[in-house]
């Protein structure tokens, strides 16, 4: 019998990128650009490609906006993902080929679907100030990275009170506490604001997980994890330790092991490398399965693929 990968086939033959039991490992963040600013990539980095469907996670700043799109993106295409947006300060103002117009501030969650095809614009509104946020990726399963595009803005997110702390809930389900938020595939992922101490966070132990820390740091079994850094933790834990000895902000991503290996290419993810190519070139092109952004922001062409050079 074939079929996809499921969670008991993960001990007989576990993934290179997905260990059975608990471990720790970290991983330095590597500094990109994104348009104007530097971000902080803690994935996908060479030796984790995915934390349970998250495939990629970019902490963009602090920084401080002075000049007018001092944080604007361009209009670009996504497929086969979703975008979380999670804004820690200041204020970013989203649209897309859906007609979707909507600011976010910090507290609220833009979550984007490109399933066939989206392409959107991430632009600076009238704020000055201090700027930071995260934007991660959810690679879509074979179940509807088909399908058609949508978005959805969620002006209030629950928070569980801890006993040292406040966990936000942005997606998935934490000690009870349900996210508002589209799922495709098993996964969470949580905003922790500790203070000093140690914080006892519940954990699944069919999930895969990990820790970025975006201020402070955390001490994880003893090892300090700094900020940027990816602290991956593997299979099996049903709760996780974090000690801090001032306040810390970091996030908790985790989820079932994904179905299967992901393509990743500019702003894509797929299966293959046919579908990068694809996807580069339909954007290039003009190809309608993007279509328009209402957007005084340029339209970024997508670089082609190394392996066609
Ligand atoms: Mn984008």
């Known amino acids: 019998m074939s079929g996809p990968l499921r969670t008991e086939d993960a001990d007989?033959?576990?993934?290179?990128?997905?260990?059975a039991t608990p471990e720790l490992e970290i991983t330095p963040a590597r500094e990109a650009r994104v348009g104007s600013h530097r971000v902080r990539r803690a994935l996908p980095r060479r030796s984790r490609r995915t934390v349970g469907a998250w495939c990629f996670l970019d902490h963009m700043g602090p920084a401080t906006v002075t000049e007018p799109d001092g944080v604007g993106i361009g209009t670009h295409p996504h497929i086969g993902l979703q975008t979380v947006t999670w804004l820690l300060a200041g204020e970013l103002l989203h649209r897309d080929t859906l007609g979707s117009e909507q600011p976010i501030r910090p507290g609220?969650?833009?979550?984007?679907?490109?399933g066939h095809g989206v392409a959107h614009a991430e632009e600076a509104t009238p704020y000055r100030g201090t700027f930071q946020g995260v934007q991660?990726?959810?690679?879509?399963?074979?179940?509807?990275?088909?399908?058609?595009?949508?978005?959805e803005h969620h002006a209030a997110i629950p928070r569980v009170e801890l006993p040292r702390g406040i966990a936000t809930v942005l997606v998935g389900e934490l000690a009870g506490t349900h996210s508002p938020a589209r799922r495709d595939t098993d996964h969470i992922g949580v905003d922790l604001d500790?203070?000093?101490g140690v914080s006892t966070i519940p954990l699944r132990p069919d999930h895969e997980h990990a820790v970025v820390v975006l201020d402070g740091t955390v001490t994880v079994a003893g090892e300090t994890v700094a900020p940027g850094s990816l602290a991956y933790l593997g299979l099996g834990r049903d709760e996780l330790d974090l000690e801090a000895s001032d306040p810390v902000r970091a996030l908790l991503v985790g989820g079932a092991p994904f179905e299967s290996p992901v393509v990743m290419w500019s702003n894509f993810v797929g299966r293959t490398r046919d579908e990068m190519v694809a996807a580069t070139d339909g954007w290039n092109t003009g190809a309608d399965r993007f279509g328009e952004v209402d957007s005084r922001l340029d339209r970024i062409p997508a670089p082609s693929p190394p392996w066609t050079a």
């Open 136 to 151: 991660l990726w959810v690679a879509q399963p074979e179940a509807t990275r088909h399908d058609a595009p949508a978005f």
């Open 12 to 19: 007989l033959e576990p993934r290179a990128d997905a260990p």
């Open 108 to 114: 609220q969650l833009n979550l984007m679907t490109a």
């Open 194 to 196: 500790l203070w000093a």
